[in-house]
Structures are given as structure tokens and as C-alpha cells.
């Protein structure tokens, strides 16, 4: 078992503790390998930071590099983990998680890279990155993943233009669709967002993952992947959600979508979000992002609004029209994002109410929160060690603040919510199902389901 720490009636976090674990050979070699590519990519931007702030930005440079070598040689030793000394909004609170994460693990012994909670560990690491660069202007601002995010949008570009044409089809037929027919493009729409989550570049170590075939002609060969599919509940949850009963309305009144990676993965939330509110199901869509750039390919605000500007800009009639209608978007509130510094932290979701309890808040007023990927799965169930058929409500842990659901390609070990006897038949066919992204779920949570 990967696991540390237990925390009374709930199962242990999965940890690099145990030699051979995921999480052990994440934190030995792709974790590094990760920090190595930040390296080189500040290095190989030496001139232009030149360029732009003379000897200043080379000095910088080789200060951010040599912060970054230390952590990497730090965690190739598995020495303790330090507090953090940038002084920023949330450093506070990083330091006051490691000492939450002492008082669990006792006097003892000391918070260290391979003893400590894997989501812990590797938050940290992506924070450690940020400070490396904060301590150091006037690069702070630098976003080291920006070559590989902008890479995967346009690698994918065949694969976006096809949904946003898609998309224009179901706009132009959209009034004579029957309630059916709108269920149909809605399950469809959700799986593509689903098996977008496939395109981060965490699991890739930096390396190219981008979409390269239609994303609409692969699902029905995709659907005997999806492990849990609550499509179905997921439709109810928004076409019976309370406040539409206390309304009258037939629409619902807001979907919130905690959103996961850039590239390709966000066309595809984004092309939902747009299915959403064109099609009168929903009145509004909020976006949730990171505050600075975290686990290598997730959205930031800048990744945000470069991706619909780039989807205006093409030079094609349908994808330009639908990077111009979500601009729109956005003018008129339709669409709105926001980013919160919790989503950086290293906490389990459960942890929310109490310490974020200004998020939660903002969140109870979603009829349906969406949680893209797999590391916001990791945060919804603890990243834990569950049996697998645990029910998602038990896992959650009173993680509540409205109906939710998960979209994720497994890439980390822990699945909660199946059928007995489902996770013993997948090791024996497949030994890596729970990592290799191969496999997927559309898991709801909903009080109503209680
Ligand atoms: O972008 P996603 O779907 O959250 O995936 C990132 C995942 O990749 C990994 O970095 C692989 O280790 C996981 O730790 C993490 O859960
Ligand atoms: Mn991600």
C-alpha cells in the first residue's frame, strides 16, 4: 500500500513512502524530470529576458535557476520540506499546512519528499517553482509553461476546428430540437469535455500530448472506457435543479466549472459552456482557474482569454464565429472567470468550508459544480486510499456545497464508486488501469442521490 497517515475512520494518503508506488516513481522521476524542463526552458529564454531587462533579467536567471537546482536536489535527497519565504498572499498558509502536516506525522520525524502525502508534496513542488520566480524580478512573472500550453492549442487545431463546426450544426438546428435531441449533443458534448481531460502535459512529464483525431468520431469506440457514467443524473441534476422548481424557470440558473488544463481540454469545456447556455439549459456559466501557472499545463486567466482571442483570430469561418460569441460571453456576464488562491493550495476539497470558506460560499450558489481532471479528483476524494466501492458521497466527506460532478481520465491511483468485484476485474485485465488515462468516469454527486 502507498499510504501514510492515518486520520481517524478514513483511509490513509497515498504516498511515495512505499518504494514501487505511483506516487513513489512520480516523485523519483517524473517530478524532476519536470523541474529540469523548467530549468532549461528559463535558461533558453536568457536572451529575451536580456532583451527586455538588460543585466538585471540575466541576473535574475541565474538566480531562479539556482533556486530551482536546490529544490531538485532537495528532492532527489528527500530533505525536509521549508516554509515558504516569498511573502505572497497565500505563503501563510502554505507554512501553516506544513505544520499541519508535522503535528500528523509526530515528533519523529521531519516533513520530507518521499514521506509525506503525495498531493502534498506535489503542490509544493509547483509553489516552490512560483517562489523561485517571485524572488527574482523582474522575471516573477514569467509563465514557464506557456511555450508547451500554446504548443498543445495549436497541435490540436484540426481537432478544434471540427468541434466548433460541430457546434455551429447544433446552433443552426438548435430550435427544432426536440428535449431527446438536446440530450443527445448534451452527453456528447460532456464526454468530449470528459475525454479532453487525456490532453495534460503533468503525465506527459512537459511532453507533446495534443488531439490529433476528431474528438466526435472517437466516442462511441471511447464509451466502454467510461467507468461510472452518471450522464444521466447529471442531466436531471441541471433540468430539475432546486432553484428551477422554486423559480418556475426552465432554465437552470448557473453551472460552475472548476476548469483543469489549457490547450485542447479547454476548447472543450468551453464548447460545452457555450452548448450550455445557447441551448437555454443554463443561464450562466462560471469558470474557475489557477492563480499562477500550476501542474504544468493548467489554465491561468492570461491562458484564459489567450485561448479565445487565438479561437477568434483563426482563419476559420466556424472556429472565429465561436471565438467571437464567447467574447461576448464574457462582455455581457454570461460567462464570467474567476480565480481563487485555494485552488493552488494542497488541501482536500473537505478542507474548503473551513478554510476557504468565501470559495465554498461562491460555490453554493452553482446548481452544478463540474471538476474537471484528475488532480481535482485527487482533492475530492483526499487522495486517498478507498476501497473502490466506497460510495463518492462517503469519499467527499462533507465536501457538499452543491450537486457536483467529476470528469476525469484516471491518472493516479484512487477510484471510488464501483460496482463490487469492477476494480479486481480491471487490475486483471489491466494492471495500470487506475494511471495510464486510459480510463475515465462522469461521476456526480447530488443530495438528491442520498
Ligand atoms: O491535469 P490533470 O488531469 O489534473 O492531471 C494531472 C495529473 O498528472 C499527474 O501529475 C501525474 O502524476 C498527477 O499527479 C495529476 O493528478
Ligand atoms: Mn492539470
Known amino acids: ?75 532527489q535527497t528527500d530533505k525536509p520540506l521549508l516554509l515558504l519565504t516569498d511573502g505572497l498572499q497565500d505563503a501563510e498558509s502554505w507554512n501553516q499546512y506544513l505544520q499541519r502536516q508535522q503535528r500528523l506525522l509526530g515528533d519523529q520525524y521531519t516533513v520530507s519528499w518521499f514521506n509525506s502525502p ?31 500550453k500554446t504548443q498543445s492549442f495549436f497541435e490540436s487545431q484540426q481537432a478544434v476546428i471540427t468541434l466548433c463546426t460541430y457546434l455551429a450544426d447544433i446552433h443552426k438546428n438548435m430550435e427544432k430540437l426536440s428535449k431527446n435531441q438536446l440530450f443527445e449533443f448534451f452527453t456528447k458534448l460532456l464526454q468530449v469535455s470528459l475525454w479532453g481531460n487525456k490532453c495534460d502535459l503533468s503525465i506527459s512529464a512537459g511532453k507533446e500530448n495534443s488531439q490529433k483525431t476528431s474528438p466526435i468520431d472517437s466516442l462511441n469506440s471511447l464509451q466502454p ?89 483563426a482563419n476559420h469561418r466556424w472556429m472565429s464565429k465561436s471565438g467571437a460569441q464567447w467574447q461576448r460571453y464574457l462582455k455581457e456576464g454570461v460567462w464570467c472567470y474567476h480565480d481563487h488562491p485555494f485552488w493552488t493550495q494542497p488541501h482536500e476539497f473537505c478542507d474548503m468550508a473551513a478554510d476557504a470558506p468565501d470559495l465554498y460560499a461562491t460555490l453554493q450558489e452553482a446548481d452544478l459544480v463540474v471538476f474537471k481532471g484528475d488532480l481535482n479528483y485527487r482533492k475530492l476524494t483526499g487522495d486517498r486510499d478507498w476501497d473502490h466501492t466506497v460510495d463518492f458521497s462517503t469519499a467527499l466527506r462533507g465536501f457538499r456545497p452543491a450537486p457536483l460532478c467529476s470528469l476525469r481520465t484516471l491518472k493516479a491511483n484512487v477510484q471510488v464508486g464501483l460496482q463490487p468485484g469492477q476494480g479486481e476485474k480491471l487490475t486483471s485485465l489491466d494492471p495500470n488501469w487506475m494511471t495510464s488515462g486510459k480510463y475515465a468516469i462522469i461521476q456526480l454527486y447530488s443530495p438528491k442521490s442520498e
Not at 524532476?32 to 543585466?55: A, C, Q
Not at 517562489?131 to 506557456?146: G, M, R, T
Not at 426552465?250 to 447556455?277: P, S
Not at 504544468?296 to 482571442?309: E, K, L, N
Open 1 to 75: 500500500m502507498a499510504a501514510v497517515q492515518a486520520v481517524q475512520g478514513v483511509p490513509p494518503s497515498l504516498s511515495a513512502k512505499v518504494t514501487g508506488s505511483f506516487a513513489y516513481l512520480t516523485i523519483r522521476d517524473r517530478l524532476p524530470t519536470i523541474l529540469t524542463k523548467v530549468i532549461d526552458t528559463i535558461h533558453r529564454n536568457k536572451n529575451s529576458f536580456f532583451e527586455e531587462y538588460g543585466e538585471e533579467g540575466i541576473s535574475s536567471e541565474k538566480q531562479a535557476i539556482s533556486l530551482l537546482s536546490k529544490l531538485r536536489n532537495e528532492l
Open 118 to 148: 503525495w498531493l502534498y508534496v506535489e503542490c509544493y513542488m509547483y509553489r516552490k517553482i512560483q517562489e523561485a520566480l517571485v524572488l527574482n524580478p523582474p522575471i516573477s512573472n514569467f509563465d514557464v509553461y506557456k511555450e508547451g
Open 225 to 313: 472506457f467510461i467507468l461510472v457514467d452518471d450522464s444521466n443524473m447529471v442531466w436531471s441534476a441541471l433540468s430539475s435543479s432546486q432553484r428551477l422548481e422554486e423559480s418556475g424557470k426552465n432554465a437552470a440558473e448557473r453551472v460552475d466549472i472548476v476548469l483543469d488544463n489549457a490547450g485542447f481540454e479547454l476548447v472543450t469545456d468551453l464548447v460545452l459552456a457555450d452548448f450550455l447556455v445557447s441551448s437555454g439549459l443554463v443561464r450562466q456559466v462560471h469558470f474557475h482557474g489557477k492563480c499562477f501557472p500550476w501542474f504544468v499545463s493548467d489554465v491561468t486567466a492570461g491562458d484564459f482569454q489567450w485561448t479565445i482571442w487565438q479561437t477568434m483570430a
